[in-house]
T-cell receptor
Framework: EAGVAQSPRYKIIEKRQSVAFWCNPI?????LYWYQQILGQGPKLLIQ????????DSQLPKDRFSAERLKGVDSTLKIQPAKLEDSAVYLC??????????????FGSGTRLTVV | AQTVTQSQPEMSVQEAETVTLSCTYD???????LFWYKQPPSRQMILVIR??????QNATENRFSVNFQKAAKSFSLKISDSQLGDAAMYFC???????????????FGKGTKLSVIP
């Protein structure tokens, strides 16, 4: 099966500019996640979608970050305006859980954002 | 809240030797999963091995095995016959078991950078 697709692979922007990342999950995976991985740390969840509804966005800085998942498939994560501390790798993942079966996560290759 | 701690920022091993990476975690839940992920420079998180908390038997996947000590909340990864391709960042992660709607986020440690010496 095809993996989780993300674009762009790299992005360099100036502070206060806006940026958007795109993710296409594995077909049929109802749950989609965006993680932020700052250099030297493990990934941290920003938002979890179940189909096109938000399940957990408790760690999303809502004053500057937004995300949507149209029609329960593709998702876009936006930062506006960007700050220097937003420099990180943004990982998208998808999963398909059901009781008695755990299919785990599949991660994309991420977008490396550098804010200068 | 759950926490995952990896106390070894960097480790090195000679090719063909064995290395053990440490991980401890904290949770109040009784049913959960623990994972080891490998992250090469390509950045994609690759699942190495998974352990269900309700299983007493330690998981194994070819050259990779874990030592799961539930009471001590310890979950170490042993890599046998280390190969050059094993060099990467390794992350320990926790996730609650599936029980219907809700958040299923992975909580990660800070990672251990493994170098393999030829």
């Amino acid at each position: 099966e095809a993996g989780v697709a993300q674009s762009p692979r790299y992005k360099i922007i100036e502070k206060r500019q806006s940026v958007a990342f795109w993710c296409n999950p594995i077909s049929g995976h109802a749950t989609l996640y965006w993680y932020q991985q700052i250099l030297g740390q493990g990934p941290k969840l920003l938002i979890q979608f179940q189909n096109n509804g938000v399940v957990d966005d408790s760690q999303l800085p809502k004053d500057r970050f937004s995300a949507e998942r149209l029609k329960g498939v593709d998702s876009t994560l936006k930062i506006q305006p960007a700050k220097l501390e937003d420099s990180a790798v943004y990982l998208c993942a998808s999963s398909h859980f059901r009781r008695g079966s755990d299919y785990g996560y599949t991660f994309g290759s991420g977008t490396r954002l550098t804010v200068v | 809240a759950q926490t995952v701690t990896q106390s070894q920022p960097e480790m090195s091993v000679q090719e063909a030797e064995t290395v053990t990476l440490s991980c401890t975690y904290d949770t109040s839940e009784s049913d959960y999963y623990l994972f080891w992920y490998k992250q090469p420079p390509s950045r994609q998180m690759i699942l190495v091995i998974r352990q269900e908390a309700y299983k007493q038997q330690n998981a194994t996947e070819n050259r990779f095995s874990v030592n799961f000590q539930k009471a001590a909340k310890s979950f170490s990864l042993k890599i046998s016959d280390s190969q050059l391709g094993d060099a990467a960042m390794y992350f320990c992660a926790y996730r609650r078991a599936y029980s219907g709607a809700g958040s299923y986020q992975l909580t990660f440690g800070k990672g251990t950078k493994l170098s393999v010496i030829p």
